[in-house]
Structure formats: C-alpha cells, structure tokens
C-alpha cells in the first residue's frame, strides 16, 4: 500500500477542511484533504444555506461546499476520497490511516465534524470490531461470500451496501423507511442480484458470541413479531450529532462534552495535530464558524511549520 508524505494532512473535507486547505495551499504548503464521503457532511446535507457571507442565499450546502472544495483544489490541495480509521501522533511525523493509503505529515489536522452518534443498537459496542463496522471500503474485503447487514437509508449507507455487494453473498440493506421514489442510487442498489432490502424495518438487536456477530433481530413496522437472520458482519450508517473522534483513540484529549480540546490557535494537547470546526463541539455550529477554524488553524500551522515568530496574514503579497 502506498505511503504519502506531505507537510499537511486534513481528516474532513467540510467547510473547515476545504477552508484551512485553501489557507495552507496558498501559504505554499503540500496540503492533502482526506474525506471519506463529501455528501454526508453537515454542510453536505444542508438544503438550503442562506446565511454564509457572500454567496446568494438560495444556494445549497452542497454546492456551497463544491465552491469551497475547487478553490482549495485550485490552489493546489490534494483532494481524496479515503476513511480514516486510525493516527499515530506519537513522533514528529504524524501518521494518517487510510484503506487507501498511509499519509504521513509534519502538521494534522482532524476536521471530521460532529455527524456522528454513540452506539446506541444493543451489542453494537459489543461486537464494534469484531463483527460491527462503519467502513465498508476497510472492512467489506474480511466478508467474502458471507451474509452481512447494511443499517441506514442515507448516501453513506448506499454507498458502503454497494462496495459490499462485491465482496458479500448476500447484503441485507435495513431502513427504517421507504427510499424516495426519485432515489436513483437505491434504486440501483436494490436492483443488484445479492442484496436484499428489508424497508419499514428496525435492527433491534445484534448477537454474537466470543468470536464475533452471529446474526441480528428485526423488526418490520406492521408486523408484530420480531425475526432473526444470521449475518457475520453489521455496517452501521446512522447519523446523529456528536463529534466523530473514534479515529483519534486516546491520543488527543477531549472536553468533557465530547469535542476535542484546543486552544486560541485551535492546536489540540498534541503538539503539531490541530482540530477545527464542529469536532470542537462549539456552541454555535455554523458553517462560517468551521471555516473561520480553518483559516485561524492555517496560519498557525504555517508558523508551525516554518519556525515564524509572529503569525504571516495571507493578504501580504511583498
Ligand atoms: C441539517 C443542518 C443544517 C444546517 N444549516 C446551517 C445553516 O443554515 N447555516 C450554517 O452556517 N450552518 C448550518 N449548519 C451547520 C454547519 O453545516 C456546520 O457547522 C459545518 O458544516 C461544520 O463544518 P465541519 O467542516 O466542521 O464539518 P462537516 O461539514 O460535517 O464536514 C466533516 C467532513 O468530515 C468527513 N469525515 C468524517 N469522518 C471522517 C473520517 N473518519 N475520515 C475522513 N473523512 C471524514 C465527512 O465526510 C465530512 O465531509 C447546519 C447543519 C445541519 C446538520
């Protein structure tokens, strides 16, 4: 697998990530964005936003983020699909992990954002790793030609079902509810010959035993009894609203309300690894507050990175 140094690593490619990117690329440094999905981002998913300075008021999260994502591409950042699932922050180089890859950089940055949820389905912290997964593209290799169970109705979810079609015998898609008519991506996910949806439908529990996941029980929302189904692995896609920092492990400390600790340079407890945006678990979670975390974090880091006494602002061009 391959193995990429640069002097710049972002975990999240929201309005924090792109805007610190935009920041660090300009300011000359090898930046690489990583973002495991750029449709699930609480910018991504926002329909309509109408208050971000500058921009007309009936334009979408979606392609608010779009414009912010070319203009850091345009200056040079290296933009890629890939999950995170682990750091190591330990030496001076700080080492990203990736399916894809491993990414090792002089300054990092996590960015990933506040969409995530506790465990909340019975035995998912149970069995998480050993049977229960959020990352298809890591994990889906481990499931060839066995049955696995794909929890969530979002893109992320079809997305993930899909890659696991490759690799499983049968997927067993589990959504609470209908897709929309007009879905065309779960349409086609549903059209594949190995999956299986189960819509209306709650995962109610998953079982296992020492070795891992056994199975789960469903529950259909007009029928009265629940039933069981034998999967070895569960892919759960819910989304909620707690910072994602499971990647992070013990090495950076958090707040006692979840969000990582910085300081004013929104540097973390880690000498060299920064965290910007709604993983901070800032009371106002706002689109131009994550993007001004962004630009606050790229200055430091270019202070950082290039032993400057005093922080160099981006508009002098002497
Ligand atoms: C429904 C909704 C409506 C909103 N409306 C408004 C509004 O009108 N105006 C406003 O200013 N703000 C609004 N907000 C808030 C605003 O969207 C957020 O404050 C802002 O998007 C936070 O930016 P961020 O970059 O920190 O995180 P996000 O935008 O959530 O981006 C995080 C990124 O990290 C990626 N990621 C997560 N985990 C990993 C991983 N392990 N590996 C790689 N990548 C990862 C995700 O794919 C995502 O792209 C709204 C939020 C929601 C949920």
């Avoid at 334009?59 to 414009?67: A, C, F, P, Q, V």
């Avoid at 290799?141 to 079809?158: D, L, M, Q």
């Avoid at 059209?191 to 439908?201: C, E, I, L, P, Y």
């Amino acid at each position: 697998m391959e193995t990429i140094e640069t002097d710049v690593v972002i975990v999240g490619g929201g309005p924090a990530g792109c805007s610190c990117a935009l920041y660090t690329s300009r300011a000359d440094l090898k930046t690489v964005i990583l973002d495991k999905n750029p449709a699930v981002g609480a910018l991504a998913i926002t329909h309509q936003i109408a208050n971000y300075p500058g921009v007309p008021t009936d334009i979408s999260g979606d392609e608010l983020l779009k414009l912010m994502r070319d203009q850091a591409i345009q200056y040079g950042t290296d933009y890629r699909r890939a999950q995170v699932f682990g750091i190591d922050v330990t030496g001076e180089w700080k080492t990203v992990f990736t399916p894809e890859g491993t990414f090792k950089a002089r300054a990092l940055v996590v960015a990933s954002g506040a969409m995530g949820r506790p465990a909340s389905f019975k035995g998912e912290a149970e069995f998480l790793g050993r049977g229960v997964s959020y990352c298809a593209t890591c994990d889906g290799a481990f499931y060839k030609n066995r049955e696995v169970a794909v929890v969530g109705i979002n893109k992320e979810a079809i997305e993930e079902a899909q890659v696991l079609t490759k690799f499983a015998s049968t997927v067993h898609w589990i959504t609470s509810s209908d897709p929309k008519d007009d879905d065309q991506h779960a349409k086609a996910l549903i059209s594949q010959s190995n999956v299986k949806h189960w819509s209306r439908t709650r995962l109610m529990q998953i079982q296992g035993n020492e070795a891992g996941v056994e199975g789960i029980t469903l529950k259909n929302r007009s029928q009265e009894e629940s039933q069981s189904l034998s999967v070895e692995g569960v892919f759960v896609y819910m989304s909620g609203s707690k910072p994602i920092t499971d990647f992070l492990g013990d090495q950076i400390a958090l707040k006692e309300d979840g969000g990582v600790l910085v300081d004013d340079f929104m540097s973390t407890t880690s000498e060299g690894v920064w965290a910007i945006g709604d993983i901070r678990n800032t009371p106002f979670k706002q689109a131009v507050v994550a993007a001004s975390d962004g630009c606050i974090a790229a200055m430091a880091i270019d202070r950082f990175l290039n032993s400057r006494k005093s922080i160099r602002v981006d508009w002098v061009h002497s």
